[in-house]
C-alpha cells in the first residue's frame, strides 16, 4: 500500500494529533481553550486551526494546488504574525506534521520503499513551510507599514499644530 494510502487511512488520528500537538504551542491556558471550545465564534483560532490543519493535510496527501494550500494556510499564519512569535515559532507548526507523521506509521518504517516515499513526502511538508514563511513575512510587512503610517500622521498632526507646517498652494509655482 502506497504512503499517501497509508496517511489517508490514519488522517483523523494524526490531523487531530496535529491540532493537538500545535496547540501545545501556545500558553497552557489558552492551548486548553483551543482544544475544549469548539464553537467557532468563540473560539475563531481554533476553528482556523482545525479546518486549515484538516485542509493542509489533505492538499499533501492530494498533491498541493499554491492556491488551495493558500486558502487553507493563509488564516493560519495571518493569526499567528500578529502573536507573540519568532519567524520560525511562527510557521514550525507545520513542521511538527513530520514527527506527528512518523509516531503514526512507527511500525511501517521498517519498508525502505515507505521510509523513501516519507522523505518525498517530507520535502512537500519543507514547501509548505517555506511558502507560510513567505505569507508570515507579507503579514509582517504590513504590519511594519501600518504602524509606520500611523507614526508618521501622528508627527505631522504634532508639527501641524505647533505651526511648523505651512499649507502651500499648488498654484504657487517653484514650490
Not at 504574525?81 to 506527528?100: G, N
Not at 508570515?136 to 508639527?159: G, H, P, Q, T
Request: glycine share 4%; charged share 30%.
Amino acid at each position: 500500500m502506497g504512503l499517501e494510502k497509508q496517511l489517508a487511512k490514519k488522517k483523523d488520528a494524526i490531523v487531530k494529533d496535529w491540532f493537538e500537538r500545535v496547540s501545545r504551542t501556545y500558553a497552557p491556558d489558552t492551548a486548553q481553550f483551543l482544544k475544549s471550545v469548539q464553537d467557532p465564534i468563540s473560539n475563531p483560532v481554533g476553528q482556523s486551526l482545525s479546518v486549515g490543519l484538516a485542509g493542509l493535510f489533505d492538499q499533501l496527501l492530494a498533491g498541493p494546488d499554491k492556491e488551495t494550500v493558500k486558502t487553507y494556510l493563509d488564516p493560519i499564519v495571518r493569526i499567528r504574525a500578529v502573536q507573540d512569535f519568532t519567524p520560525s515559532q511562527a510557521t514550525a507548526f507545520i513542521l511538527i506534521l513530520k514527527t506527528v507523521i512518523r509516531d503514526h506509521l512507527k511500525k511501517e518504517l521498517s519498508d525502505i520503499r515507505t521510509v523513501q516515499s516519507l522523505f518525498a513526502f517530507e520535502s512537500k511538508i519543507d514547501s509548505l513551510s517555506l511558502y507560510a514563511f513567505d505569507i508570515y513575512m507579507e503579514c509582517r510587512e504590513k504590519i511594519y507599514d501600518l504602524k509606520s503610517n500611523v507614526e508618521r500622521s501622528k508627527v505631522y498632526k504634532a508639527f501641524k499644530r505647533a505651526g511648523l507646517i505651512v499649507e502651500t498652494s499648488e498654484d504657487v509655482p517653484g514650490l
